[in-house]
């Protein structure tokens, strides 16, 4: 700004003034400042920028990192974050925060590096139920919101998809082919998203009458891995089940996996079926029918509320629930006499 004074010989204050896009000033300065600026490449120091208006310039991304490092899912979700950035006219970055470090875990570190201004405002992605900070962050008043989980903080605001609606479309399509043993791969069970996938297979179960072994629920933890390990044990069972259920797109893949490995045709001999509608679900051989959640969406949209609780400069509050729609592809058919 003092070479661009010096250019125009007029005070750096005036530059300031023009450059920060205020008025006040005379419209042929204005035209000689901006033609000076544009002449000696001068460029807006976003860093101090931010500081004179106290913002780090960063968007804080948090989630825990061993389940979701890799994740088709967390893609998705970024991809919808990036869309809702699209609109904004403030240069921002991501700062991507592991919830399971000792940061998160302690109240007074978690306190210290909100107030020390490394972000703005923060996306937390998929929570633990037992998660501490979600409590901290809620005391601190921090423009948050909760992406895939519906908070348990009456006070945050979260972003979710209706997990019941999908897994009864999945199981009332599979009731209505003919099936009547419905085996059910749950997540994990410390995500208040797998809890409920897990209530709404069970209750459908119950109102249908469908007394299966208990053994038809096995444990997963939303890995391809963990999908074909529970497909091994299902599908070796007496009685095996004629359709199962994962509650994700990956641990369906791993059930496809555990099928081929014993020779069992889809549909044919076993029916499976997914949830989240990845972009490889319509692209895998057979194709998985699942529940398609609008991942994108949700993403975007929690980006487009943190920023209006930034603008606002008071965070939002608010459950937003969005819904979702059974996608029927090629991996499930009527059941065999």
Same mark, same amino acid.
């Given at each position: 700004m003092a070479d661009i004074a010096r250019e125009c010989g007029i005070t750096k204050m005036t530059?300031?003034?023009?450059?920060? *896009?205020?008025g006040g000033v005379k419209a042929s300065t204005r035209d000689k400042i901006l033609e000076a600026a544009k002449r000696l490449n001068y460029e807006i120091n976003t860093l101090a920028q931010n500081f004179n208006f106290n913002r780090s310039g &960063? =968007?804080?991304v948090a989630t825990p990192l061993s389940a979701m490092l890799g994740s088709p899912y967390l893609a998705e979700v970024f991809k919808g974050f990036q869309l809702g950035l699209a609109s904004n006219e403030t240069e921002l970055n991501f700062a991507?925060?592991?919830?399971?470090?000792?940061?998160f875990n302690d *109240?007074?570190?978690?306190?210290?590096l909100y107030r020390q201004k490394r972000v703005d405002g923060l996306l937390v992605v998929a929570p633990h139920t037992y998660d501490r900070f979600l409590n901290t962050l809620e005391q601190l008043h921090t423009p948050m919101v909760v992406v895939g989980e519906t908070a348990s903080c009456q006070s945050l605001c979260s972003v979710s998809c209706n997990d019941q609606q999908g897994v009864e479309a999945m199981c009332s399509y599979l009731f209505d082919l003919g099936h009547r043993k419905i085996a &059910? =791969? @749950? *997540?994990?069970?410390e995500t208040t998203t797998g809890l409920r996938r897990k209530n709404a297979y069970v209750r459908f179960c119950k109102k249908r009458g469908l007394k299966n072994p208990s053994w038809y629920i096995q444990p997963g933890n939303y890995s391809m891995q963990s999908g074909r390990a529970a497909g091994l044990v299902l599908l070796r069972a007496e009685p095996r089940p004629t359709a199962i259920i994962a509650a994700n797109d990956m641990m369906a893949y791993g059930v496809i996996e555990s099928a081929r490995q014993l020779n069992l045709r889809i549909p044919q001999d076993i029916s499976i079926g997914g949830f989240d509608d990845l972009p490889t679900a319509a692209e895998r051989f057979p194709s998985l029918t699942t529940v398609h959640q609008p %991942?994108? @969406?949700? *993403?975007e949209r929690s980006m487009k509320?943190?920023?209006?609780?930034? +603008? +606002?400069?008071?965070?939002?509050t608010g459950h937003s629930v969005m819904d979702v729609s059974l996608i029927i592809r090629e991996s499930t058919g009527? %059941?065999?006499s």
């Amino acid at each position: 700004m003092a070479d661009i004074a010096r250019e125009c010989g007029i005070t750096k204050m005036t530059v300031s003034r023009v450059l920060a *896009g205020r008025g006040g000033v005379k419209a042929s300065t204005r035209d000689k400042i901006l033609e000076a600026a544009k002449r000696l490449n001068y460029e807006i120091n976003t860093l101090a920028q931010n500081f004179n208006f106290n913002r780090s310039g &960063f =968007i804080g991304v948090a989630t825990p990192l061993s389940a979701m490092l890799g994740s088709p899912y967390l893609a998705e979700v970024f991809k919808g974050f990036q869309l809702g950035l699209a609109s904004n006219e403030t240069e921002l970055n991501f700062a991507l925060f592991d919830t399971e470090s000792d940061s998160f875990n302690d *109240g007074a570190k978690l306190a210290r590096l909100y107030r020390q201004k490394r972000v703005d405002g923060l996306l937390v992605v998929a929570p633990h139920t037992y998660d501490r900070f979600l409590n901290t962050l809620e005391q601190l008043h921090t423009p948050m919101v909760v992406v895939g989980e519906t908070a348990s903080c009456q006070s945050l605001c979260s972003v979710s998809c209706n997990d019941q609606q999908g897994v009864e479309a999945m199981c009332s399509y599979l009731f209505d082919l003919g099936h009547r043993k419905i085996a &059910f =791969i @749950e *997540g994990t069970t410390e995500t208040t998203t797998g809890l409920r996938r897990k209530n709404a297979y069970v209750r459908f179960c119950k109102k249908r009458g469908l007394k299966n072994p208990s053994w038809y629920i096995q444990p997963g933890n939303y890995s391809m891995q963990s999908g074909r390990a529970a497909g091994l044990v299902l599908l070796r069972a007496e009685p095996r089940p004629t359709a199962i259920i994962a509650a994700n797109d990956m641990m369906a893949y791993g059930v496809i996996e555990s099928a081929r490995q014993l020779n069992l045709r889809i549909p044919q001999d076993i029916s499976i079926g997914g949830f989240d509608d990845l972009p490889t679900a319509a692209e895998r051989f057979p194709s998985l029918t699942t529940v398609h959640q609008p %991942v994108l @969406e949700m *993403g975007e949209r929690s980006m487009k509320t943190l920023l209006q609780s930034l +603008n +606002n400069s008071e965070p939002t509050t608010g459950h937003s629930v969005m819904d979702v729609s059974l996608i029927i592809r090629e991996s499930t058919g009527a %059941v065999k006499s």
